[in-house]
């Protein structure tokens, strides 16, 4: 016990777990060379907000074709992204874009569509290998140089399904796995990444990127990863929908791990159809042999789409985790809203709380789980790897090379959360550890906690469908000196068991978006769909970002609206890992 005090960490310093701080230099000149045809002056916006579905439909009717796309997005991430009000949600794009075009064009021309993403352009996260001229470095100089031998797994299916890999997004270094004080959205390979609403904000968690580009037309779809919230809460901070799928629903081979307990991979988009959409393409329908989590035994839907239903709030019952209200107000009150326009739509709600509140906010089970995975998992990919600097490497290896290369890798935050990380002995999983609990008594903790008497008992107690809950906060400040400024989230529950979970957009306050999760039991996905389409087409609360330097507020401010409040015996601060 002396060594867990010795360590003087406090609940915000156990699960802030952010990453990056800094608007770094140097995110242009990674980015590569732009094709030509990119090089415009004025940012494009005809193909603005159009939906997969609208894409096809063009492409089909000979209207448009996946070139266009194309050079439609790279438009936009030259003016808008990398220049004008500099997102910098991109890290690089792939040189080979408009050649992979302009060939699925020539096979639509055939009649050989390859699947629903024909032609449709996709970024994905800077932690997700894809065996071409691109680089993937989880935002660190530590991967870079010679690109993945091969594909991640769920790469190779979008590949399959006919999309277009446009490029890499910015991410929080390491996925937010770095230090305890940090800005979300930096990295030493990319710089900081900033939120369209306003530049000034910050865009929230280690899908940053991800989270950004989609919102801002820089492209149709694109892919994040999440371990504690980091699909969730990009998409609550940059109004688009973000689905965090069951673990084991999609393939992790291929993704730079935090912890294969708690890792997934699923999209952001601006709509639950576009998303679904994607869901049905990178889903693993047999084992894959490069995870274990996945598996052939389960009967898993041909297509998400069917499950999208205008009307899908009519008449289920959805519980109300009452647990995440009380402590942002403005998020409280158009919550409170969101849930008026579900009963009207038909919704029976029920107020729920979690049993464990205080020990999932504590975080003490989960951190111990994602520092012992994250030891030995970055070493088993570091194995994958050739000619970068940490290939074959260990974490031991990783800190000293940050250490080495403090100026890029450095120069805001620090690396506690690797030091932290390398102390645990992997090779006792029943022993205790720095922080107390051993590794398997955290495991079990974690599903008493989350699933149990969590989610599975919430769930049977009131015969719900699904529970919901505010996402996250308004979008913050990005503060470079003092971090990161979270507040409260409600992933960490799903996170711990590995639920999966749906954020979409329910409103705005002083002009920046703000998301409610739908969340379930494992593989729910179908369910959690329908849920939230209906509630997408009753509120219709995405709007397109309009990449303000700063908010305008109002002087007269909004007006106040006087709610129940429903205060949990504790402020919860999530890791969005």
Known sequence: MKEEASFGLSRREILKLGAGAAAGAGALAALGNLPAAAATTAAPTSLNE??????????????????????????????????????????????????????????????KALGPLHGIPVLLKDNIDTSDKMQTAAGSLGLVGTPAPRDATMAAHLRDAGAVILGK??????????????????????????????????????????????????????????????????????????????????SRAGVVPISHTQDTVGPHARTVADAAAVLTAIVQRKADPRDPATSS?????????????????????????????????????????????MRNAGATLVDVFFPHIKDINDGTNEFVVLLFDFKGDVQKYFATRVGVPLANGTLQDAINFNNANAAQEMPFFAQEIFDLAERFDITRPDAASPLGPSYN?????????????????????????AIVAPTDTPAWPTDLINADHFVFGSSSPAAIVGYPIINVPMGFSFGVPVGISFMGTAFSEPALITLASGFEAVTHARQAPQFL????????????KTRPRHLPPGRVAPSHL
């Open 297 to 341: 035994g389960r009967n898993l839907p041909a297509d998400y789409t069917t499950f999208l239903n205008s009307n899908g709030l009519m008449g289920a019952r959805i519980g109300v985790a009452r647990d995440f209200e009380g402590f942002s107000p403005h998020t409280d009150s158009i919550f409170e809203d969101a849930l008026t326009a």
């Open 549 to 560: 330097s700063t908010l305008p507020f109002n002087t007269k401010g909004e007006p106040s």
């Open 50 to 111: 159009m939906t997969i579905a609208q894409m096809q439909a063009a492409m089909a009717a000979g209207r448009l074709k996946s070139i266009d796309l194309v050079n439609f997005y790279l438009s936009r991430i030259q003016t808008i992204d990398q220049s004008g009000p500099t997102v910098n949600s991109v890290i690089q794009v792939n040189p080979d874009a408009r050649a992979i075009a302009t060939a699925l064009d020539a096979q639509r021309q055939a009649g």
């Open 441 to 465: 008594q955290a495991i079990a903790a974690d599903r008493l906690f989350g699933a149990t008497e969590g989610i599975d008992l919430l769930l049977q107690q009131n015969n719900l469908t």
């Open 169 to 250: 997004t910015t991410l929080s270094e390491w996925a937010n796995f770095r230090s305890f004080f940090s800005s979300s959205g930096w990295s030493g390979r990319g710089g900081q990444c900033n939120n369209p609403y306003a530049t000034d904000r910050n865009p929230c968690g280690s899908s940053s990127g991800s989270g950004a580009a989609a919102s801002a037309n820089f492209t149709a779809v694109s892919i994040g990863t999440e371990t504690d919230g980091s699909i969730v809460c990009p998409a609550n901070a940059n109004g688009v929908v973000g689905i965090k799928p069951t673990v084991g629903l999609v």
